[in-house]
């Protein structure tokens, strides 16, 4: 028979953390508390009024959390909190450590209610999902670093495309778990104007300020978290431009080389071909004569090219 991950009880109440619940677990659950535990379909809902929604004096709310370290892949958890005048209780279908380290850390002095736990949660999900944008801060302040104050140039084109690749790579993982950091800010934010709102029991002033600061951190960071991105979009275009730029300057080159080539090219073929009357080739100086012409068809385009200013 499987049982919740951990129950906590409170001055007041009780926490149960349910991770990855079957249906005999949900159902025992429901029978506790007189509420239905959604399953992983319901969680993923993306309509506001599956979201957040109320029965009776239970609020049913659902938000993805971010989860996964520095370097590793962001995703997104769908979690559900059910808040119960006397009893709070977090369900998800994938492991994430944040709940249990908060657990360990319950002050029940402090955190008497499950709404005082509710609002724990949510300020520890708000500073995880703050040091993710520092960190996306400092990713992005490297690769600036190495786009606009590394000599790449004098290390060759092919280390310079290469390096420019990887800084690309980096900054779309960053761009992926920025935007995801938004999502889950949009959710975050309104699950905690909707427990401000509907919760009527439980919510003490103390408490009610606490989600109140959630909600104001959460609009703070939006705002970094845009100019985070205007920045990490910046960067792309940056390094995209520079990697078109160098490939341009190639393509450059061969076009000069192949310019340059053709009037010698020229000469050569028809100096080549086997007719029988040819006076160039009974001139004793008939070999150097041909020579310096193909060295001036060739020596003429580049020296329009330099007076263009094109090479």
Same mark, same amino acid.
């Given at each position: 028979?499987?049982? &919740?991950?951990? =129950?906590? @009880?409170?001055? =007041?109440?009780?926490?149960?953390?349910?991770?990855?619940?079957?249906?005999?677990?949900?159902?025992?659950?429901?029978?506790?508390?007189?509420?239905?535990?959604? +399953?992983?379909? !319901?969680?993923?809902?993306?309509?506001?009024?599956?979201?957040?929604?109320?029965?009776?004096? @239970?609020?049913?709310?659902? @938000?993805?959390? *971010?989860?996964?370290? #520095?370097?590793?892949? #962001?995703?997104?958890?769908?979690?559900?909190? *059910?808040?119960?005048?006397? @009893?709070?209780?977090?369900?998800?279908?994938?492991?994430?450590?944040?709940? =249990?380290?908060?657990?360990?850390?319950?002050?029940?002095?402090?955190?008497?209610?499950?709404? /005082?736990?509710?609002?724990?949660?949510?300020?520890?999900?708000?500073?995880?999902?703050?040091?993710?944008?520092?960190?996306?801060? =400092?990713? #992005? /302040?490297?690769?600036?670093?190495?786009?606009?104050?590394?000599?790449?140039?004098?290390?060759?084109?092919?280390?310079?495309?290469?390096?420019?690749?990887?800084?690309?790579?980096?900054?779309?993982?960053?761009?992926?778990?920025?935007?995801?950091?938004?999502?889950?800010?949009?959710?975050?934010?309104?699950? !905690?104007?909707?427990?401000?709102?509907?919760?009527?029991?439980?919510? +003490?002033?103390?408490?009610?300020?606490?989600?109140?600061?959630?909600?104001?951190?959460?609009?703070?960071?939006?705002?970094?978290?845009?100019? *985070?991105?205007?920045?990490?979009?910046?960067? *792309?275009?940056?390094?995209?431009?520079?990697?078109?730029? %160098?490939?341009?300057?190639?393509?450059?080159?061969?076009?000069?080389?192949?310019?340059?080539?053709?009037?010698?090219?020229?000469?050569?073929?028809?100096?080549?071909?086997?007719? %029988?009357?040819?006076?160039?080739?009974?001139?004793?100086?008939?070999? &150097?004569?041909?020579?310096?012409?193909?060295?001036?068809?060739?020596?003429?385009?580049?020296?329009?090219?330099?007076?263009?200013?094109?090479?």
């Amino acid at each position: 028979m499987r049982k &919740p991950h951990f =129950e906590l @009880a409170l001055p =007041e109440g009780d926490w149960l953390e349910l991770r990855d619940p079957d249906d005999e677990l949900r159902q025992r659950i429901e029978e506790r508390f007189g509420i239905e535990v959604p +399953n992983l379909s !319901a969680l993923g809902e993306i309509e506001s009024s599956s979201r957040l929604r109320m029965k009776g004096k @239970a609020l049913i709310m659902t @938000a993805p959390l *971010l989860a996964g370290g #520095a370097d590793e892949q #962001a995703k997104l958890i769908p979690t559900g909190f *059910l808040l119960l005048p006397r @009893a709070l209780i977090t369900v998800h279908y994938t492991d994430y450590p944040v709940f =249990e380290n908060i657990a360990a850390t319950i002050d029940r002095q402090e955190d008497r209610t499950p709404a /005082a736990v509710l609002a724990r949660l949510l300020e520890a999900v708000v500073d995880h999902a703050s040091d993710q944008l520092e960190t996306v801060s =400092e990713q #992005a /302040a490297s690769v600036s670093h190495t786009i606009f104050y590394t000599d790449l140039q004098h290390r060759g084109l092919k280390i310079e495309t290469k390096q420019l690749g990887r800084s690309i790579i980096k900054l779309g993982r960053a761009s992926e778990r920025v935007s995801r950091v938004r999502y889950m800010f949009l959710s975050i934010g309104r699950l !905690a104007k909707f427990v401000i709102d509907r919760s009527e029991d439980g919510l +003490n002033e103390k408490t009610r300020a606490r989600l109140q600061a959630v909600a104001h951190d959460i609009v703070s960071l939006d705002e970094f978290e845009i100019s *985070l991105s205007s920045r990490i979009q910046f960067l *792309l275009d940056a390094a995209t431009s520079l990697i078109s730029i %160098r490939q341009n300057d190639v393509v450059k080159v061969l076009t000069v080389a192949s310019v340059v080539g053709i009037p010698p090219v020229l000469l050569v073929g028809i100096y080549g071909m086997n007719f %029988r009357f040819m006076p160039e080739l009974s001139w004793p100086w008939g070999y &150097p004569f041909a020579v310096s012409l193909c060295l001036i068809s060739g020596l003429l385009p580049y020296l329009w090219f330099k007076w263009r200013k094109w090479i």
